[in-house]
């Protein structure tokens, strides 16, 4: 499996994406740079966490119409997997593939912590070595992280069960005091229609190691490597 | 082509929670402005651009707001005024 990285001026965790992927995986990794047309043959496009542009007008609304991101945008459309962490969901938002937007925090203020979140969908490309109703660690560190869409987009996301991740409180439930930026009905992460493309606030790649506090981000990227495989034999 | 000066208001939508405006609605509450039922904080964008007319200026920066200035699915966004630059 070959992954690509996508740096953006201000992308921050770019390392920790293609660490996850060279040296946990022990797949192939290459960044994308932004200027770019080329997604050089990769199986799978990440777009990582960080401050692209600057945040400069809203999180991830100038990154969206960089030109690495309309060849993301077409492999997106052709079915290709993205996985959006943090500012990659809001770029993902700002560039259709998601509906929603990311907001800033309720609280006003960033938050850095490990996050509790509930695994609500394994029928995806990038979950499905998880298990249904399963309580992971993972950390978040943002400041415009609140999950916001009209009613019916709601009504949809739930109805299709396309909401991937929310936040839960110790007992599992999706309780206000566990909701750390205000997103509607606790959602920390989202597919679109076609499940091929996952936005996440919490960072995976952040949790891949037990100095590191969680290892629970480990699942995720095997999911992925899964896919691409069961894709090869069949 | 003339040039003309765009000012555009964006504001977050009416119903989706604006946490800076209801900082700023607080903070007025507590300085005596009992009166203050509502406060939403957006931005104030300055564009200028060439146009044959200010119609024509004013079509093109509603463009420029639907595809990047405004997100459409939070915020609102009006063309204040446009004028000769």
Redesign the interface.
């Known amino acids: 499996m070959k992954a690509g990285i996508v740096r953006f001026p201000g992308s921050n965790c770019d390392e920790d994406a293609f660490h996850a992927i060279a040296d946990h995986l022990g797949q192939d990794a290459v960044y994308l740079w932004h200027k770019d047309h080329d997604l050089q043959n990769v199986d799978v496009v990440i777009l990582p966490g960080g401050f692209s542009y600057g945040d400069y007008l809203r999180a991830g609304a100038i990154a969206r119409f960089s030109p690495i991101m309309q060849e993301v945008i077409a492999f997106a459309k052709r079915g290709g997997p993205v996985l959006g962490i943090c500012n990659g969901f809001q770029i993902a938002c700002e560039a259709g593939l998601l509906p929603g937007a990311l907001l800033r925090n309720a609280s006003l203020r960033f938050v850095s912590a490990p996050a509790r979140l509930r695994v609500e969908s394994i029928a995806t490309r990038f979950t499905s070595q998880y298990h249904i109703g399963q309580v992971i660690s993972i950390p978040v560190a943002h400041g415009d992280g609140r999950f916001t869409a009209d009613a019916d987009t709601l009504a949809r996301l739930e109805g299709d069960g396309r909401v991937v991740f929310r936040y839960v409180d110790a007992d599992g439930e999706s309780s206000a005091s566990a909701n750390p930026n205000g997103s509607l009905r606790n959602i920390a992460g989202i597919v679109n229609a076609d499940r091929n493309v996952l936005g996440m606030m919490p960072h995976p790649e952040r949790a891949l190691d037990v100095t590191l506090g969680s290892t629970d981000g480990v699942p995720l990227f095997a999911s992925i490597l899964e896919s691409m495989l069961a894709e090869v034999k069949a | 082509m003339t040039r003309f000066r765009c000012a555009i208001h964006i504001v977050?939508r009416r119903g989706?929670?604006d946490?800076?405006g209801k900082?700023v609605a607080d903070a007025l509450h507590s300085l005596g402005f009992a009166d203050v039922s509502d406060v939403r904080v957006g931005r104030h964008v300055i564009v200028e651009t060439e146009a044959t007319t200010a119609d024509a200026a004013r079509a093109r920066v509603t463009a420029m707001c639907e595809k990047?200035?405004a997100?459409p699915?939070?915020e609102d966004f009006e063309i204040a005024s446009v004028e000769h630059a």
């Open positions: 977050p989706i929670l946490p800076q900082a990047l200035l997100n699915v939070t």
